[in-house]
């Protein structure tokens, strides 16, 4: 893995943008997701970034990936109450098995009003 | 959430008592996993199923035994209950194997005292 590590806690403005940071140390990560958990509910997977791509959007969400500095971030824009949540990070070498898969700390995002 | 009931959805029990958390899917998914959650450290693998009868031990392994005896069941038995094994334990299924195919229960909260 198998070190990836979060800030524990964001909030953000209704309305503004959240930047929710992660650092891995495995170089031979192929690829890296992001996962929402929302209060009692199991993890969502939101998006997911192949090693070799530097960026993905898909509506609201922005992946960045800086290889080089293993650092990958997930941008929101239009932060709604909604997104409140807790963010993970997670990366694996491969796809081929989620017993292959390891998450980072969690973010906490606060969505204020 | 993709036919995956965890039971119970919340336990307190006593140090050195067994433990049995079930999970239970409609998915007829060839893969199913155990996960703990605890502040600072994610999600961490404790056991996987990659069909009836086997199985296969992840990063948090000791501690824990499992048992899948049919397609829908994965049963985690904690023999004797410790303090350290307090945590919230996430379920998940998937019919390939494929990480991006994976869907996580609701979590159980398991309070040892």
């Known amino acids: 893995g198998e070190d990836v590590e979060q800030s524990l806690f964001l909030s953000v403005r209704e309305g503004d943008s959240s930047v929710i940071n992660c650092t891995y140390t495995d170089s031979s990560s192929t690829y890296l997701y992001w996962y929402k958990q929302e209060p009692g509910a199991g993890l969502q997977l939101l998006t997911y970034?192949?090693?070799?791509?530097d960026m993905k959007q898909d509506q609201r969400l922005t992946v960045l990936l800086n290889k080089k500095d293993k650092h990958l971030s997930l941008r929101i824009a239009d932060t709604q109450t909604g997104d409140s949540a807790i963010y993970f990070c997670a990366e694996s070498r491969d796809q081929t098995g989620a017993n292959n898969l390891f998450f980072g700390t969690g973010t906490r995002l606060t969505v204020i009003p | 959430d993709a036919g995956i009931t965890q039971s119970p959805r919340h336990k307190v029990t006593e140090t050195g008592t067994p433990v049995t958390l079930r999970c239970h899917q409609t998915e007829n998914h060839r893969y199913m996993y155990w996960y703990r959650q605890d502040p600072g450290h994610g999600l961490r693998l404790i056991h996987y199923?990659?069909?009836?009868?086997?199985?296969d031990k992840g990063e948090v392994s000791d501690g824990y035994s499992v048992s899948r005896s049919k397609t829908e069941d994965f049963l985690l038995t904690l023999e004797s209950a410790t303090s350290s094994q307090t945590s919230v334990y996430f379920c998940?299924?998937?019919?390939?194997?494929?990480?991006?195919?994976?869907?996580f229960g609701q979590g159980t909260r398991l309070t040892v005292v």
């Open positions: 970034i192949f090693s070799n791509m």
């Open positions: 998940a299924i998937s019919e390939s194997g494929v990480i991006t195919e994976a869907f």
């Open positions: 199923s990659y069909g009836v009868k086997d199985t």
